[in-house]
């Protein structure tokens, strides 16, 4: 296995804690490379700041940015990070920028919005859900936050540094990834939206699944793995492993 091979120990630290209504921001670092996975919304920019400044660190400190996903609690402050590479799944990407696209379409947006959430109308809070998604692409959605498009690197053909990994995990967004850490001792799984909550899923301010099935087999999948586990909207926490390191998927 690559953990084997390779003698990167991470250190990876939560910047940002994830909440009911805002996504974790995590540093990882090997004193060298800095990475910061995921970035938040605006009005989270000066905490961010302030976050790398308790670390001593610079947003210029900062080599590369992954993106877990593209909706607009993970991404809008890429562009403080002006000297990053960006890793990000393409199909994400797509997905994202095509769906806040549609739903500024004014007369068609809520039959738009079924062709990027099927599963909507199973719930009960469907208007619900369609309208925040609407108000988050009118109010938010800006792809000049997004960082340059030069700097992107698309996960899906550019590997990560040495000792990460990622594991797509599509239930939530397609081409979604989680990342996987080892520090030499411990795996850390940067979660994202693949697991929002250790308990409290239904709670968090964000849209349903766009596979619902899909999305249980990954959260499943990633308290299987074990270690520390940053969810997307919650605090971190240690879970035992039920796999082991060697049936990793892929
Ligand atoms: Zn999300």
């Known amino acids: 296995m690559k953990e084997q091979t390779d003698r990167h120990v991470w250190r990876t630290e939560v910047l940002l804690e994830g909440s009911l ?9 090997d004193g060298r490379t800095r990475i910061v996975v995921d970035t938040g919304l605006p009005h989270e920019e000066s905490w961010l700041v302030a976050a790398l400044a308790r670390k001593g660190l610079k947003a210029s400190d900062i080599s590369i940015v992954v993106n877990t996903h593209f909706h607009v609690d993970h991404v809008l402050n890429n562009r403080l990070f002006s000297h ?4 990000a799944p393409q199909e994400s990407y797509d997905w994202a920028k095509s769906l806040y696209a549609d739903l500024r379409v004014e007369n068609d947006w809520e039959k738009l919005v079924l062709k990027y959430y099927p599963e909507v109308m199973d719930y009960e809070k469907a208007p619900s859900y369609m309208g925040a998604l609407r108000k988050f692409a009118l109010r938010w959605w800006d792809e000049a936050r997004l960082g340059s498009p030069s700097r992107f690197r698309w996960m899906e053909t550019q590997p990560l540094p040495d000792g990460l990994e990622s594991v797509i995990t599509s239930g939530h967004v397609p081409g979604h990834a989680s990342l996987l850490i080892s520090d030499g001792q411990e795996r850390m799984v940067v979660a994202g939206d693949a697991l929002l909550s250790r308990e409290h899923d239904d709670q968090v301010l964000t849209m349903i699944p766009v596979n619902k099935e899909k999305y249980q087999r990954d959260r499943e999948r990633i ?21 082991s390191n060697s049936s990793e998927p892929a």
Do not use: C, K, N, W
Request: proline share 3%; net charge neutral.
């Open 21 to 29: 209504r805002g996504a974790s921001s995590v540093l990882v670092s």
């Open 84 to 87: 990053s590479l960006i890793y």
């Open 223 to 243: 308290l299987a793995l074990g270690g520390r586990i940053v969810p997307g909207h919650d605090a971190e926490f240690h879970q035992q492993a039920t796999v």
